[in-house]
Nanobody
Framework: QVQLVESGGGLVQPGGSLRLSCAAS??????MGWYRQDPGHQRALVAI???????NYDSSVKGRFTISRDGAKNTVYLQMNSLRPEDTAVYYC?????????WGQGTQVTVSS
């Protein structure tokens, strides 16, 4: 059973930065990435890091967010720069193996002055 544990959320002023981390237990993971959800909206993809090393970003975060992955540590990171109030959401780590999709418990990111 794979478990995903996120850390790094918090309160930051507009224009600031945060780094999210997600450590995965288990092995055999393919893609790892991040989704976010704010009240009244569906959970939406932020960034994904595939097993082949390719990355994809939502257009709203391109150039501001960077996803990276440490295979040895089974950890995925999301460096978030130039944060905006509209980035406020609960951020969820995600991963999949050959059997199923997994979610973390979520970490709150609030961008406000």
């Amino acid at each position: 059973q794979v478990q995903l544990v996120e850390s790094g959320g918090g309160l930051v002023q507009p224009g600031g930065s945060l780094r999210l981390s997600c450590a995965a237990s288990g092995s055999g993971l393919n893609a790892m990435g991040w989704y976010r959800q704010d009240p009244g909206h569906q959970r939406a993809l932020v960034a994904i890091f595939s097993s082949s090393g390719t990355t994809n970003y939502d257009s709203s975060v391109k150039g501001r967010f960077t996803i990276s992955r440490d295979g040895a540590k089974n950890t995925v990171y999301l460096q978030m720069n130039s944060l905006r109030p509209e980035d406020t959401a609960v951020y969820y780590c995600c991963a999949n193996d050959n059997d199923r999709f997994y979610w973390g418990q979520g970490t709150q990111v609030t961008v406000s002055s």
